[in-house]
């Protein structure tokens, strides 16, 4: 069988630390390569065709590995949003993908097997093993079952890292208790949502804030009992008006944490999952006010999703696809077909445009 | 029998938020008041002649709670380091000390008992009961039984507050185990040459750090694996060399904090007790790498020894002063006479200058 395209995305030059990636000039589309599917060596691996990409906000942390002005080096990740032992061509963008085995040479995985976790940004991937180099989790592939029929592109998403995020986070640092307050920003985001959905179920009072009307509407149809925009809105007097809140998830550091930090009750938890604040403009936004957490007797948690897999990951493939099968749990997708459409969807993610969790179909099965 | 001098120290005024607090224009020593020691009324409660009383960092956050300008008001004590339901008359100087019973009307305390806790600092104290008002742990006063003869100003040192500061939060929140490497800033100080005692009876690497060469000797005669003096040395490329770091014990926030996130491990924990860089320049220091909790699966914790009361005094009264008596911790004191002495005092601590733990005697029993 003749080759055929396996187009790819790459990072073509780092933007500036308060540059937003644009498309053409930071990530392009590269539809050169080609791979016969037939006779591509696998090496005692496995082959899987790409049906859907997450596109996530951490992936900007990603381009920040590289040197400035130097594209196409291989380099060490210190620094980035993953363990500092890892090493990556830095010149493909890697991020959450689901795809179908087609071909394999490994018992692990059989063709029609779907499997899932980091990959190449391209349209086949080959992998030889689901284990991650050295045992790490966070390259570890998930072989998915799926019995409940949920859509595949769930598992990029509420079933996939973002989902993980909120279940292992909400559990393992929340120490909920109904009638406790908590503050959830990006609450409109795939991992805010979710979080908010957990806090309902068990009883508390949330407050959340989006940064549009039409986010504010989606945090009122999840429940929300205190739904705000923060661009309109602000953050510090909602929370002085509807605190003290016990529980602050963070997704975006900045003024928002020093607000939260304020607003805290006494033995409040803080969940910091992510500080988009800082992602596209230089350092991080400076916290002033962290020695609040003394007298408040204040915890704050580094939320490292990968880090809680062992402990939870089969409570939340058996809990997850129930909750959406029955109904329990919403989650809304915008999904974008091909991957030409990722570098806009990454530019789109950062200034905070999409409203729903950000999908690109790559591919039908 | 005539009324007697019962001099105490005041606020006269709020410091700046970026002065140092200053003898005579800041804190007053006024020695009008007189007291009956005989016929001063009780009324159910019990009198106190005061032996010692500790000088700390945190009185200088008392301070920030008067109105600039205006002297002698009642306020809410609302961003200092205490609960915000209290409220005290903040003319007067209150701080942890030690006296003796020489009257009571409650049977609670006979004369002879000795009580530690927070006292206006004044000659005399009256108070109507050991509990704190509405059960506040930071307000209890303990009745001090002593039967291994240690000095009585070591219960508002190593046995008091800055010694459960050490030992609640080391038990409570550093998971110590041996080989791990710690690092403790202000490690001359009481509070962390007790922390690193604690530490090196757990079988930790010790990095500490002081801020005179003096300091840095006495951290060396404590065990210390490496101790360096950070007005001299960077304290980032200490930690650089001699890290990664597992737990950090911080007294200190603003850049030693940064260094500190920035050469954490991988699952580090960081005990936030104090933040002296910020106390008199104006707002705390920002601290610009707060992300790195997150791929690093950090866990901060801020540190109110009061919170942890309940579940440790007991086993600290009775380990801590066996461990002085036996030699196991060292501690050292520098006592200066009479009240006259606070305000200086207050102010060479806020500067750093003082090389041990800083007690005022008020009177021999």
Partial sequence: MAPIRNARVLIKERPGDQDYPEPG???VYDETPTIDLENAPLNGGFLIKMLYFSIDPSIRGRM??????????KVDLSGSDCPKSLTFDIRRIYN???GVVIRSENSEVKPGDHVEGIMDIQEYNIRQSVKGPGGNP?????????PNKIPWSAFVGVVGMPGKTAYY??????????GEVVYVSTGAGPVGSFVIQLA???GLKVIASAGSEEKVKFLKDLGVDVAFNYKTTKTSDVLAKEGPIDIYWDNVGGEMLEASLAASNQR?????????????????QPIRNLFQVIYKSITIY?????????KYREEFYKNVPEWITKGEIKYTEEVQEGLEKVGEAILAQQKGQNVAKSVIKVADE
């Fill in 268 to 284: 409040a938890r803080i969940i910091i999952c992510g500080a988009i604040s800082g992602y596209n403009s230089g350092n991080a």
């Fill in 25 to 27: 000039k930071h990530t």
């Fill in 96 to 98: 959450f993908g689901i």
């Fill in 64 to 73: 920040r590995t590289l040197e400035l002005g130097k594209p196409l080096v």
């Fill in 302 to 310: 580094g939320l490292y999703v990968f880090e809680h897999d062992h």
């Fill in 138 to 146: 966070a390259l570890t592939l998930n072989v998915i079952d799926n």
């Fill in 200 to 202: 309902k179920k068990d």
């Fill in 169 to 178: 986070g909400w559990k393992e640092f929340a120490h909920a208790k109904a």
